[in-house]
T-cell receptor, first 114, second 118 residues
Framework: DTAVSQTPKYLVTQMGNDKSIKCEQN?????MYWYKQDSKKFLKIMFS???????INETVPNRFSPKSPDKAHLNLHINSLELGDSAVYFC?????????????FGAGTRLSVL | AQKITQTQPGMFVQEKEAVTLDCTYD???????LFWYKQPSSGEMIFLIY??????QNATEGRYSLNFQKARKSANLVISASQLGDSAMYFC???????????????FGTGTKLQVIP
């Protein structure tokens, strides 16, 4: 069983569309994250949820809206997609509050906006 | 200032040799953690090794070891007996203490691309 799974793996869409990426973890973790990796491989935190509560919200356009229906799921909805949104989006999870806080990542979703 | 600095954008190593990937960090927090992740060409991010700021011993995980030099604020990854499958991007990351609300944020370096030569 995949510990952190994201769907879809690839997403190709037109500018202006709305799309969602889903993430689920079966590790029993209570904290989940969304990261964006740009074309230069730089990985930056976007959001973090702990027990369905938003705890980190970096400077991200409000076209991006995370939703956590329960602590095992964290979805990312993107409205009015722009060319600059093309990137790989990673979901991750960890046991929040632990001294190590090791984050385990999903396989990534490669988003291409045309 | 950069919190995590990886000065080697790319490196080559001969198969079966050891290689050191550099990482320096900047924090004023006494409690922090350092991580290394591997990202092969297939794209997934794989956790390799963790070192806590209060850990007395350098962390080791199989062929991976973390050379932690606290005074120099460096956390270099050493891969012994390199294998072809070690060819990948390697990211150093740091978790700083507890941010407001009691939760921590992890910052990643820019990565080092390692290529293992047969």
């Amino acid at each position: 069983d995949t510990a952190v799974s994201q769907t879809p793996k690839y997403l190709v869409t037109q500018m202006g569309n709305d799309k969602s990426i889903k993430c689920e973890q079966n590790l029993g973790h209570d904290t989940m994250y969304w990261y964006k990796q740009d074309s230069k491989k730089f990985l930056k935190i976007m959001f973090s949820y702990n027990n369905k509560e938003l705890i980190i919200n970096e400077t991200v356009p409000n076209r991006f809206s995370p939703k956590s229906p329960d602590k095992a799921h964290l979805n990312l909805h993107i409205n009015s997609l722009e060319l600059g949104d093309s990137a790989v989006y990673f979901c991750a999870s960890s046991r929040g509050g632990s001294s190590k806080n090791i984050q385990y990542f999903g396989a990534g979703t490669r988003l291409s906006v045309l | 200032a950069q919190k995590i600095t990886q000065t080697q954008p790319g490196m080559f190593v001969q198969e079966k040799e050891a290689v050191t990937l550099d990482c320096t960090y900047d924090t004023s927090d006494p409690s922090y953690g350092l991580f290394w992740y591997k990202q092969p060409s297939s794209g997934e991010m794989i956790f390799l090794i963790y070192q806590g700021s209060y850990d007395q011993q350098n962390a080791t995980e199989g062929r991976y070891s973390l050379n932690f030099q606290k005074a120099r604020k460096s956390a270099n990854l050493v891969i012994s007996a390199s294998q072809l499958g070690d060819s990948a991007m390697y990211f150093c990351a740091m978790r700083e203490g507890f941010s407001s609300g009691g939760y921590q944020k992890v910052t990643f370096g820019t990565g080092t691309k390692l290529q293992v030569i047969p």
